[in-house]
């Protein structure tokens, strides 16, 4: 059964930073495809990175240069590094996992429709 579970999040200053972890039971983990997705009051979730199984990253143009989203192999955790936070990042994210099918481009994989597998989310808020 996969399972992933977030954590990390919290309340933060703007221009901080924050570690989000996403601890994953899918096997073999490197060959998953995950991301990181986040949903604020009103809106569509939408996508903030992800990693595809060759360890390629892709980014949305609001968080590009401010997070990175590294894998750590060894412990079966996808990580949400995020630096110079805003107002407007504040939101629930989640963690999600495995391709409900093959996509053509990289940023066909921040469609939050494309994935099998979530969480259940950790809130961060970023107060100006």
């Known amino acids: 059964q996969v399972q992933l579970e977030e954590s990390g999040g919290g309340s933060v200053q703007a221009g901080g930073s924050l570690r989000l972890s996403c601890a994953a039971s899918?096997?073999?983990?490197?060959?998953?495809?995950m991301g990181w997705f986040r949903q604020a009051p009103g809106k569509e979730r939408e996508g903030v990175a992800t990693?595809?199984?060759?360890?390629?990253?892709t980014y949305a143009d609001s968080v590009k240069g401010r997070f990175a989203i590294p894998k750590d192999y060894t412990g079966n955790t996808l990580y949400l590094m995020m630096s110079s936070l805003k107002p407007e990042d504040t939101a629930m994210y989640y963690c999600?996992?495995?391709?409900?099918?093959?996509?053509?481009?990289?940023?066909?994989?921040?469609?939050?429709?494309?994935?099998?597998?979530w969480g259940q989310g950790t809130q961060v808020n970023v107060s100006s």
């Open positions: 999600a996992a495995g391709l409900r099918s093959p996509i053509r481009t990289f940023d066909e994989g921040l469609d939050a429709g494309r994935y099998r597998y």
């Open positions: 899918v096997y073999p983990f490197n060959r998953y495809h």
């Open positions: 990693i595809d199984d060759h360890g390629v990253t």
